[in-house]
């Protein structure tokens, strides 16, 4: 279950992003949606969807992809509610248990479709300017995540894009490889001491990150 205050946080953290790369984009209000698009049928490619010929489908990519997928509902919501975090937050924590939705005259129940299907209902729902929690959590479940796991990646995701700008990424003053680790590297490290579950996980990965940083270079 994604908790209130892991909700409030990664939307703070969308927002500042999203700032940081446009400081009018609420304004602007890019086409999120059309993003989701794209990024489910890249899902679909990771899973495999040619009958034709033998795939293997690639989970730990597909799960990245839901991460992508989350950034950009995220930002959509936002929108919706012209930057109110908390009527966004609202919105995302009455939705997060949904188990159908209508859409074009018909009734989609989530538990009767199959991977492919919540995917291909997921771009079309994106593509008609339709946002829904429920069908996104039953996406994790499918691609054996829980909303823990998906905080975890996405906070970890958000602070090292983050770090990697206060400390030069843009003007090609930063190090990317620490004594023979890239950056990422730390960072799975560094998460594995640490708890998901604290309101304050954000700000000890951004200062843990900080602290080896610093001390090894």
């Not at 939307?11 to 009018?24: F, H, I, R, S, T």
């Not at 950056?183 to 998460?191: A, K």
Request: aromatic content about 12%; some cysteine.
């Amino acid at each position: 279950m994604l908790l209130d205050n892991q909700a409030a946080t990664m939307l703070k953290l969308q927002d500042q992003m999203n700032a940081k790369v446009n400081p009018e984009w609420l304004a602007v209000k890019s086409p999120f949606l059309r993003a989701v698009v794209i990024e489910g049928s890249e899902a679909i490619e990771h899973h495999g969807w040619k009958w034709w010929k033998k795939q293997q489908c690639d989970l730990e990519q597909l799960q990245m992809e839901l991460v992508d997928i989350w950034h950009f509902l995220l930002s959509a919501v936002l929108i919706e509610y012209d930057g109110s975090q908390s009527a966004a937050q609202t919105r995302v924590m009455a939705e997060i248990e949904g188990h159908e939705v209508e859409f074009d005259g018909d009734t989609y129940i989530f538990a009767e479709l199959d991977l492919l299907q919540k995917l291909e209902l997921l771009i079309g729902l994106s593509a008609a300017r339709r946002i829904n929690i429920g069908l996104f959590t039953t996406l994790l479940v499918d691609c054996q995540m829980s909303w823990t796991d998906l905080y975890t990646q996405y906070i970890c995701k958000n602070v090292l894009n983050f770090f990697r700008q206060d400390y030069g990424y843009k003007e090609g003053t930063y190090i990317k490889v620490w004594q023979g680790k890239e950056d990422n590297e730390h960072l799975v490290e560094i998460m594995a001491h640490l708890d998901a579950t604290d309101a304050a996980f954000q700000d000890n990965l951004y200062q843990a990150l900080t602290d080896r940083y610093q001390a090894l270079n």
